[in-house]
């Protein structure tokens, strides 16, 4: 009899739906941590849609159609690897790539990287200033050059003074901004069969212009200031937490670090990818569509949308430009900070106070100023950002090489060093890049 009791008790207790609501909830938990795992990846592939960007996707869509979706196909994979390199040699050592370079390879090689980091994020910053500038000129009229000053100061406040976490917080939650471009496919007409082709089926023209948009979007996808600023800020992460150690130092929990660097990174250049494409795709079929083929910038994209879908495509279009500057500007000046700071050994930070880390929030706070003061001058902001893209695709080259050197070398990585297929899949990544500078030089002499 007492048996009889306890087998309905038992069957009674197994039957019952309580462990079916502890697994239910231990699996949203884990959701929930992984969520949270989520930070230098996402930020940086959402900051790679910058306006500048957000122009160049939305001119390959405007001018070839359809047909230039497989760039995003190709680029996906190589700038996941590359950007998972920059991160975990930020997590192993400590330090974010100058911070490696200063301590293990010549002064002058560092020095002129640092250098044209400097000047061509600067300029970045001033052509992103000056779309969202006008992108909030188109919504709410005014001016633009108030819109300059607000934008770029609330930017450097921002970074110098809110709490690291929570500016951490904040630019985690602006990465949805970018779903607005998603929502743009809604309004848009889309042939989804062509849209598909041009994604999974290479087209390729041998013209000037279609080399010089494949040019483009390589060194707007693949773009040195986000290797310097995911492995600064994996290095921040581990500083500012005071159960984590440099890998080199501390060798335990490394598995799971590659695992949550691979996962992190793998999503935001998804994201970003995801994002580039969706500006592809409505600028392909309204303004090619529409025979609208000579964009120049993300601004003048949102405003020919007007005509051709509607207000509410140009509103979608103008409020992600204001949305991803004011991701980017913030990853653009605090990457040159970043580079410039830990090139001389300064304290470096986000995290840190700013009477902790005077020197590096100059170089942020400078970089930002001299991008507002471009907007002053007659300097045309289309040539500007031509030059930026030439001053970021001859240093990613020089970058991604010292990068990958430095993945293998082991007194940088310890028994870290990088292996197997991410290492030449990241080999893979600089071999594009130095094509594509090549036949950038090619063009610009023809």
Same mark, same amino acid.
């Given at each position: 009899m007492a048996n009889r009791t306890v087998s309905r008790k038992t069957r009674k207790k197994t039957d019952s739906p309580e462990p079916a609501r502890k697994a239910e909830r231990a699996k949203a938990f884990r959701f929930r941590d992984f969520l949270k795992t989520l930070g230098p990846g996402l930020i940086t592939g959402a900051s790679d849609d910058d306006p500048s960007g957000i122009g160049t996707y939305s001119q390959a869509g405007a001018q070839l159609g359809y047909g230039i979706g497989w760039t995003m196909l190709l680029t996906f994979p190589l700038m996941a690897a590359i950007q998972e390199i920059s991160a975990r040699v930020g997590r192993v050592t400590g330090h974010g790539i100058a911070g490696n370079a200063c301590r293990h390879y010549p002064a002058p090689l560092l020095n002129i990287m640092v250098a044209l980091l400097f000047v061509a994020n600067t300029i970045n910053i001033a052509a992103d200033l000056g779309a969202m500038a006008d992108a909030t000129k188109l919504l709410i009229g005014g001016h633009a050059i108030v819109y300059v000053l607000f934008f770029g100061v609330t930017s450097v406040v921002a970074q110098i003074f809110f709490d690291y976490r929570r500016y951490v917080a904040v630019l985690k939650w602006l990465t949805l901004c970018l779903f607005a471009y998603v929502g743009a496919l809604a309004v848009a007409h889309v042939h989804w069969g062509e849209?598909?082709?041009?994604?999974?089926?290479?087209?390729?023209?041998? #013209?000037? /212009?279609?080399?010089?948009?494949?040019?483009?979007?390589?060194?707007?996808?693949?773009?040195?200031?986000?290797?310097?600023?995911?492995?600064?800020?994996?290095?921040?992460d581990q500083r500012v937490d005071p159960r984590k150690q440099p890998l080199i130092q501390r060798h335990s929990g490394a598995e799971r670090e590659f695992s949550r660097i691979r996962a992190d990174t793998i999503v935001g250049m998804a994201f970003s990818n995801v994002i580039a494409l969706s500006i592809i795709i409505t600028a392909a079929a309204t303004l090619h569509a529409g025979g609208?083929? /000579?964009?120049?910038? #993300?601004?003048?994209?949102?405003?020919?949308?007007? %005509?051709?879908?509607?207000?509410?495509?140009?509103?979608?279009?103008?409020?992600?430009?204001?949305?991803?500057?004011?991701l980017a500007i913030p990853v653009l000046a605090g990457a040159t900070a970043y580079a410039v700071g830990e090139g001389r050994r300064w304290p470096v930070g986000l995290a840190r106070k700013p009477k902790q880390a005077i020197a590096f929030y100059s170089v942020l706070a400078l970089s930002a100023a001299i991008g507002i003061a471009l907007n002053f001058t007659s300097i045309n902001p289309i040539s500007a950002l031509y030059?930026?893209?030439?001053?970021?695709?001859?240093?990613?080259? %020089?970058?991604?090489?010292?990068?990958?050197?430095?993945?293998?070398?082991?007194?940088?990585?310890?028994?870290?060093?990088?292996?197997? %297929?991410?290492?030449?899949?990241?080999?893979?990544?600089?071999?594009?890049?130095?094509?594509?500078?090549?036949?950038m030089g090619v063009g610009f002499f023809i």
């Open positions: 849209a598909i082709a041009g994604v999974l089926i290479p087209k390729i023209t041998w #013209s000037a /212009d279609f080399l010089t948009t494949v040019v483009a979007i390589l060194g707007t996808t693949i773009s040195p200031y986000l290797f310097f600023w995911q492995a600064s800020q994996e290095a921040e609208k083929t /000579d964009i120049q910038t #993300s601004a003048q994209a949102a405003e020919a949308l007007k %005509p051709i879908a509607g207000a509410l495509a140009e509103w979608i279009f103008a409020l992600g430009i204001v949305g991803t500057g004011l030059w930026s893209a030439v001053i970021n695709g001859v240093l990613a080259v %020089p970058v991604m090489v010292l990068l990958m050197i430095m993945a293998r070398h082991k007194e940088v990585m310890g028994n870290f060093v990088v292996r197997g %297929p991410l290492y030449w899949l990241g080999w893979l990544s600089t071999a594009a890049m130095a094509a594509s500078v090549l036949a």
